[in-house]
């Protein structure tokens, strides 16, 4: 009896929500970590390998980033690589790991315009601090403002921005390595044009969130939806959600335990969110959450976020006044 009196009064909080919402929702706290050796960034990649993150190309202040800097979350260090074969500068690019390498592919290699959109691919092994350059067959989209993702032994490259009309892309387009080939699969349903969006995977499904579309009959718009690509029957959704998300473009993200979490970018193209930084989507009930969470983040986008263990590394990024070498820590 006593048991059930006890779940009825915690039901009750949660209803009248008297304080239990915040003891029920998820909770999360940041800390600071080391950003000595590493220079401001903004505009750049981080992918993980062995438990380390490398941060690949990017803006240092008004100037294309040459260095491939490596963070050590067990050591809390930076290093800067001396890395063999060729990198093409670039920012706004994405990036993802494949068995132990990591594949880079678009980007921008100057101003926004359509001649400086890049639609390179180049592999870097950290076993040999080498770059490659595969020689390819099939089509890649230049574009950058992209997101890249493995699933399996291919990596799939959507959405994006190319300079010109129409700007903000809906294409998906595929990269197997074992044949060194693009390909752009036929597609179900449908994905609204894209740039400066998030993609995560989740029991092998894409989750496309946030981002913005410069085209459509509802012209510009910043985006809050969460849309999902099936790769085993190549099929878009857009699941109904419960929750508040709060639209944002030019964020961050990162998946632990199944569940993606949100975090910087911008509501309007100008001011970094001061509020809502981390926002949480579970794919199991299709629903949003805001945890309350304690220490500091500083607000900013054009930022770039890594798992390592349970702790999202969310490092760089830029507001309206400067470029961040910032390191900053989440623990849900």
């Not at 890049?118 to 950290?126: M, T």
């Not at 770059?131 to 399996?152: D, E, H, M, Q, V």
């Not at 946030?210 to 690509?229: A, I």
């Not at 926002?279 to 629903?287: G, L, M, R, Y």
């Amino acid at each position: 009896m006593k048991k059930n009196c006890l779940l009825l009064f915690l039901c009750a909080l949660a209803i009248t929500g008297t304080g239990a919402i915040s003891f029920l929702t998820p909770a999360g706290t940041w800390h600071t970590a080391s950003s000595k050796g590493f220079a401001p960034r903004a505009w750049f990649t981080t992918s993980v390998v062995a438990g380390k993150i490398y941060a690949i190309g990017g803006y240092g202040d008004s100037t294309l980033a040459t260095t491939l800097d490596v963070f050590d979350p067990k050591r809390d260090t930076w290093h800067s690589l001396a890395t063999h074969g060729t990198f093409t500068k670039r920012a706004s690019l994405a990036s993802c790991v494949l068995d132990g390498k990591i594949y880079v592919m678009g980007g921008a290699i100057g101003p926004e315009k359509p001649s400086n959109m890049s639609n390179a691919l180049e592999i870097f092994d950290p076993a040999t601090d080498t770059w490659t350059t595969p020689k390819t067959s099939g089509t890649f989209t230049p574009r950058n403002n992209l997101c890249a993702c493995s699933i399996g032994n291919k990596i799939y490259t959507l959405g994006g921005y190319n300079a010109e009309s129409p700007g903000d892309l809906d294409v998906l387009e595929v990269f197997d390595p074992s044949t060194n080939k693009w390909s752009t699969p036929k597609t179900k349903g449908s994905f609204t044009p894209h740039g400066a969006f998030t993609a995560n995977v989740v029991d092998g499904k894409i989750y496309a969130i946030g981002g913005f579309n410069d085209r459509g009959t509802r012209g510009h718009r910043v985006l809050g939806d969460v849309e999902v690509f099936d790769p085993r029957t190549n099929t878009w959704s857009a699941p109904k959600t419960t929750g508040t998300f709060r639209a944002r473009l030019l964020h961050t993200s990162g998946v632990i335990g199944k569940k993606i979490y949100i975090i910087g970018g911008t509501p309007n193209m100008v001011d970094p969110l001061t509020k809502d930084i981390v926002q949480v989507f579970d794919p199991a009930t299709n629903s949003w959450s805001t945890p309350e969470t304690s220490g500091t983040f500083t607000p900013r986008s054009y930022l770039s976020a890594s798992v390592v263990g349970n702790k999202i590394y969310v490092i760089g990024g830029q507001d309206t006044s400067r470029v961040y070498n910032t390191v900053e820590v989440y623990t849900p």
